[in-house]
Structures are given as C-alpha cells and as structure tokens.
C-alpha cells in the first residue's frame, strides 16, 4: 500500500523502464520493432506517455538521494493534440512480457484518461492487488497442506492404538 499510494511517481530509477514495458504490451508490443534504416529498436506509443521522463522530471529525482518529487508537477496537463501523436521509445526491449500481466491491466485501465499517472497508478494497484492475491492463495495452500497432514498423522496415531 505504501508503494502503491504514498511513493511518487517515477521516485525509483527503474521504474520508468516498466511503466514503458507496461505501456508496450498495451498497445499488442509483443517484442520491439526495428528501424530499417538505422536498426534501432523500438516501442511505438503515444506521446502522453513517452512525455512523463520530461514532464514529471524522472531523471531530477531518480536514483538523486537529496532530490524529491515535487508535487507541482503532478498538475501537469496532456490536453494537447501533440499528445496524442504517435513516437517511438527506445528502450527497454529486453524485458520479456512475462509477469507484466498485473501492471498490464491497470495501464490499460487508465488510458481513457487524459493523464498518464492515471495508468501509472492503475498498474501499481494493479501490481499490489495480485501481490494480495498471491498471498492469499499461499497462505491458504500452505494452511490447507498441513490441515490434511495433521488429518493423516492424527489418523495414523487413532489406527496403531
């Protein structure tokens, strides 16, 4: 929940990376494309959401141990047609999309909204939601394993009276 809600956006260096990654498989970015004529490699994607390394400052306060996140660039606006225009990422296409799945439907989630935080913070509580999850069906399987070990232990003690 902390991580979720309480830590500003893009306050960790990687973090950047994933949301980028998340964003990919959104848009059906399987793998990455490759510019023919310079053989680079890329994630195609609106520009709202390749903007937020410069509009939210992500290079000022990362991996910047006396640096914060100042709040006043959360007012940031994505109302302009600009925007919406269609530009390349270059990085990260190295990450498989294995294990993205959680932060992949809360991006997709916050898209209709006009500000890419809406999706950030979606894919963080979609994240923290499977996380709860996981622990759950844990917690449930390991109590259930030794309920039925208990069960059988206890049969074997009443059977060898």
């Given at each position: 929940a902390i991580f979720t809600f309480y830590v500003p956006p893009?306050?960790?260096?990687?973090?950047?990376?994933?949301?980028?990654?998340?964003?990919?498989?959104?848009?059906?970015?399987?793998?990455?494309?490759?510019d023919a004529s310079t053989g680079q490699r890329y994630y195609p994607m609106k520009e709202?959401?390749?903007?937020?390394?410069?509009?939210?400052?992500?290079?000022?306060?990362?991996m910047q141990h006396n640096a914060r996140f100042d709040r006043d660039w959360l007012d940031a606006r994505f109302d302009d047609p600009a925007y919406q225009r269609e530009t390349r990422v270059n990085f990260p296409c190295d990450f498989s999309p294995m294990g993205y799945a959680p932060s992949v439907v809360g991006v997709f989630a916050g898209k209709p909204f006009e500000s890419p935080l809406a999706s950030l913070y979606l894919g963080r509580l979609g994240r923290a939601l499977f996380f709860l999850a996981g622990m759950?069906?844990?917690?449930?399987?390991?109590?259930?394993?030794?309920?039925?070990?208990?069960?059988?232990?206890?049969?074997?003690?009443?059977?060898?009276?």
């Open positions: 893009f306050q960790k260096s990687d973090e950047l990376a994933h949301f980028y990654r998340a964003v990919s498989l959104t848009n059906l970015d399987l793998v990455c494309k490759t709202k959401y390749a903007a937020v390394e410069r509009v939210f400052h992500v290079w000022d306060v990362a759950i069906v844990a917690t449930w399987a390991v109590a259930h394993g030794y309920r039925e070990r208990w069960s059988a232990n206890r049969l074997c003690s009443e059977v060898g009276r």
